[in-house]
Protein backbone atom coordinates (compact mmCIF):
# COMPACT_ATOMS: atom_id res chain seq x y z
CA UNK A 1 0.00 0.00 0.00
CA UNK A 2 2.85 2.14 0.66
CA UNK A 3 4.56 1.77 -2.31
CA UNK A 4 1.46 2.52 -4.36
CA UNK A 5 1.02 5.61 -2.96
CA UNK A 6 4.62 6.52 -3.45
CA UNK A 7 4.20 5.55 -7.16
CA UNK A 8 1.24 7.92 -7.03
CA UNK A 9 2.60 10.77 -6.10
CA UNK A 10 5.42 10.61 -8.66
CA UNK A 11 3.74 10.07 -11.33
CA UNK A 12 1.43 13.20 -9.74
CA UNK A 13 4.66 15.34 -9.77
CA UNK A 14 5.71 14.21 -13.23
CA UNK A 15 2.38 14.74 -14.55
CA UNK A 16 2.20 18.13 -13.69
CA UNK A 17 5.71 18.76 -14.80
CA UNK A 18 5.32 17.84 -18.41
CA UNK A 19 1.93 20.03 -17.79
CA UNK A 20 3.98 22.88 -17.27
CA UNK A 21 6.76 22.55 -19.86
CA UNK A 22 4.15 22.62 -22.91
CA UNK A 23 2.61 25.92 -21.20
CA UNK A 24 3.68 29.16 -23.02
CA UNK A 25 5.85 31.53 -20.82
CA UNK A 26 3.72 34.29 -21.01
CA UNK A 27 0.69 32.79 -19.84
CA UNK A 28 -0.29 32.33 -16.19
CA UNK A 29 -1.06 28.99 -14.36
CA UNK A 30 -3.57 29.06 -11.36
CA UNK A 31 -0.47 27.78 -9.05
CA UNK A 32 1.55 30.90 -9.96
CA UNK A 33 1.35 33.40 -6.68
CA UNK A 34 1.04 37.36 -7.47
CA UNK A 35 2.31 39.66 -4.63
CA UNK A 36 0.34 43.25 -4.70
CA UNK A 37 2.29 45.97 -5.94
CA UNK A 38 3.87 48.56 -3.75
CA UNK A 39 1.86 51.35 -5.32
CA UNK A 40 3.33 53.86 -3.38
CA UNK A 41 5.92 54.69 -0.27
CA UNK A 42 5.43 52.58 2.80
CA UNK A 43 6.19 53.55 6.04
CA UNK A 44 9.92 52.17 6.94
CA UNK A 45 10.74 50.57 10.04
CA UNK A 46 14.40 51.64 11.50
CA UNK A 47 16.17 50.90 14.80
CA UNK A 48 17.58 54.92 14.60
CA UNK A 49 15.31 57.54 14.93
CA UNK A 50 14.89 59.44 11.79
CA UNK A 51 13.74 62.67 13.89
CA UNK A 52 16.08 64.86 16.23
CA UNK A 53 12.95 65.64 18.93
CA UNK A 54 9.35 65.10 18.61
CA UNK A 55 6.18 66.97 19.79
CA UNK A 56 3.26 64.84 18.60
CA UNK A 57 5.05 61.11 19.55
CA UNK A 58 2.39 58.31 18.78
CA UNK A 59 3.15 54.62 20.71
CA UNK A 60 1.51 52.36 17.31
CA UNK A 61 -0.85 49.81 18.67
CA UNK A 62 0.90 46.77 17.84
CA UNK A 63 2.66 44.66 20.65
CA UNK A 64 6.25 44.50 20.02
CA UNK A 65 9.41 44.79 21.89
CA UNK A 66 10.99 47.15 22.03
CA UNK A 67 7.52 49.84 21.50
CA UNK A 68 7.24 51.17 17.86
CA UNK A 69 6.92 55.08 17.27
CA UNK A 70 5.72 57.58 14.73
CA UNK A 71 6.05 61.16 15.14
CA UNK A 72 3.43 63.44 14.11
CA UNK A 73 4.69 66.45 14.14
CA UNK A 74 3.98 68.70 10.92
CA UNK A 75 7.00 69.38 8.68
CA UNK A 76 8.22 71.65 5.60
CA UNK A 77 8.20 69.10 2.42
CA UNK A 78 11.90 69.72 2.46
CA UNK A 79 12.69 69.04 5.58
CA UNK A 80 10.07 65.98 5.68
CA UNK A 81 12.18 64.44 2.69
CA UNK A 82 15.70 64.69 3.71
CA UNK A 83 15.07 62.86 7.18
CA UNK A 84 12.37 60.41 6.35
CA UNK A 85 12.02 57.98 3.71
CA UNK A 86 8.17 58.17 3.22
CA UNK A 87 6.36 61.25 3.83
CA UNK A 88 2.62 61.89 4.04
CA UNK A 89 -0.27 64.44 4.36
CA UNK A 90 -1.86 64.93 7.59
CA UNK A 91 -5.07 63.08 7.89
CA UNK A 92 -7.86 65.83 7.55
CA UNK A 93 -5.87 68.31 5.32
CA UNK A 94 -8.66 69.36 2.41
CA UNK A 95 -5.29 70.66 0.10
CA UNK A 96 -2.48 68.32 0.62
CA UNK A 97 0.94 69.01 0.04
CA UNK A 98 1.79 71.51 2.84
CA UNK A 99 3.15 70.60 5.64
CA UNK A 100 3.93 66.62 5.48
CA UNK A 101 3.99 63.88 8.31
CA UNK A 102 7.53 61.52 8.69
CA UNK A 103 5.89 58.22 8.25
CA UNK A 104 8.70 56.25 8.82
CA UNK A 105 8.28 53.86 12.08
CA UNK A 106 10.71 53.90 14.77
CA UNK A 107 11.30 50.71 16.36
CA UNK A 108 13.14 51.02 19.81
CA UNK A 109 12.82 51.94 23.42
CA UNK A 110 13.06 55.38 23.88
CA UNK A 111 11.55 57.58 21.02
CA UNK A 112 13.64 60.45 21.98
CA UNK A 113 13.03 64.40 23.44
CA UNK A 114 10.35 66.81 22.97
CA UNK A 115 11.78 69.65 20.72
CA UNK A 116 9.45 72.19 23.12
CA UNK A 117 12.57 74.61 24.44
CA UNK A 118 12.74 74.95 27.95
CA UNK A 119 10.80 77.84 27.99
CA UNK A 120 7.80 75.97 27.37
CA UNK A 121 8.03 73.77 30.24
CA UNK A 122 5.49 75.09 32.75
CA UNK A 123 7.61 75.39 35.31
CA UNK A 124 10.46 76.81 33.74
CA UNK A 125 13.76 76.18 32.26
CA UNK A 126 14.86 73.82 34.96
CA UNK A 127 14.17 71.54 37.25
CA UNK A 128 15.83 69.84 40.36
CA UNK A 129 13.16 67.50 41.72
CA UNK A 130 11.32 65.99 38.85
CA UNK A 131 8.80 63.22 39.50
CA UNK A 132 7.91 61.35 36.37
CA UNK A 133 6.31 58.26 35.46
CA UNK A 134 7.69 55.00 34.24
CA UNK A 135 5.72 55.09 30.82
CA UNK A 136 7.28 56.20 27.49
CA UNK A 137 7.58 59.05 26.84
CA UNK A 138 7.37 59.90 30.26
CA UNK A 139 4.45 62.03 32.17
CA UNK A 140 6.27 64.70 34.37
CA UNK A 141 6.06 67.05 36.98
CA UNK A 142 7.84 69.22 38.69
CA UNK A 143 8.44 69.94 42.64
CA UNK A 144 10.79 72.67 42.74
CA UNK A 145 9.75 75.29 45.62
CA UNK A 146 10.28 78.45 43.75
CA UNK A 147 9.75 82.14 44.42
CA UNK A 148 7.29 82.78 41.85
CA UNK A 149 5.97 80.30 38.89
CA UNK A 150 6.46 80.53 35.25
CA UNK A 151 4.38 82.41 33.28
CA UNK A 152 3.92 79.28 31.56
CA UNK A 153 2.46 77.51 34.46
CA UNK A 154 -1.44 76.95 34.54
CA UNK A 155 -1.68 75.56 38.48
CA UNK A 156 0.60 77.61 40.89
CA UNK A 157 -0.04 76.89 44.12
CA UNK A 158 1.50 78.24 47.50
CA UNK A 159 3.31 75.84 49.98
CA UNK A 160 3.94 75.39 53.34
CA UNK A 161 7.28 76.04 53.76
CA UNK A 162 10.03 76.97 56.56
CA UNK A 163 11.02 80.29 54.78
CA UNK A 164 9.91 83.46 56.09
CA UNK A 165 9.43 84.23 52.40
CA UNK A 166 6.11 82.53 50.18
CA UNK A 167 6.83 79.62 47.72
CA UNK A 168 5.06 78.29 44.81
CA UNK A 169 4.84 74.83 42.73
CA UNK A 170 3.63 74.56 39.74
CA UNK A 171 1.56 71.84 39.55
CA UNK A 172 1.32 71.25 36.03
CA UNK A 173 2.20 68.30 34.44
CA UNK A 174 4.40 67.70 31.15
CA UNK A 175 4.85 64.64 28.57
CA UNK A 176 8.18 64.48 27.72
CA UNK A 177 11.98 64.99 29.19
CA UNK A 178 11.10 67.32 32.43
CA UNK A 179 14.49 69.55 31.18
CA UNK A 180 18.09 70.09 33.00
CA UNK A 181 18.44 70.62 36.41
CA UNK A 182 19.05 73.80 37.96
CA UNK A 183 21.49 73.07 40.44
CA UNK A 184 24.26 70.28 39.27
CA UNK A 185 24.32 66.94 40.72
CA UNK A 186 26.13 66.78 43.75
CA UNK A 187 28.41 63.19 43.64
CA UNK A 188 28.54 61.48 47.15
Same mark, same amino acid.
Given at each position: ??????? @? =?????????????? +?????????? $??? #?????????????????????? +??? #????? /? /?????????????? @????????? /????? =??????????? =? !?????????? #???? !?? !?????? =??????? $??? $?????? +??????????????????? !???????????? %??? %??????????
Amino acid at each position: MAAASIL @F =FLLAGLAAASHGST +EDDTTTTTNT $IRL #PSDGGTLAATRRTRPWKCCDNI +EQL #PVRTN /P /PQWRCNDELEPGQC @FRQCEACRD /PPGRP =FPGRPLICDDV =F !WGDDPGTSCA #PSSE !WP !WGPCCD =FAICTKS $IPP $ICHCSD +EVESCAAACGQCEMVDSWS !WRPLFVCRDSFT %GDP %GPRCTPAMDN
